[in-house]
């Protein structure tokens, strides 16, 4: 009975710990000016191309949980997207002034 539980308590935290440990800490931006200005510091890391006024993001460092969506633009480090489009072309977001 003990090992049975302990088996269920594993089972459910088990999703809880990979989310955590695998996805990153969350950078907190005040305005649109300091979410255009992380993102440009990191675009070798996670932009794809501009093209215009819409700014291309890598597919892969794109993530989408229940408390929003999020870019990935260091290996550590997360910036919560408030907008996220799509055409034929990707995935982008378009930098607000």
């Not at 633009?73 to 982008?92: A, K, N």
Request: hydrophobic share 45%; aromatic share 14%.
């Amino acid at each position: 009975m003990v090992y049975k539980l302990l088996f269920v308590a594993v089972l459910i935290s088990s999703p809880i710990f990979a989310t955590n440990f695998s996805f990153g800490h969350s950078i907190e931006v005040s305005s649109a000016h300091q979410l255009n200005a992380l993102i440009l510091e990191n675009q070798d890391y996670c932009l794809e191309k501009v093209v215009d006024e819409k700014v291309y993001l890598k597919p892969k460092k794109i993530f989408i949980t229940n408390s929003g969506v999020f870019l990935r633009i260091t290996h550590w480090y997360l910036v919560r997207l408030p907008t996220l489009l799509s055409d034929e072309e990707g995935c982008y977001i378009t930098f607000i002034e």
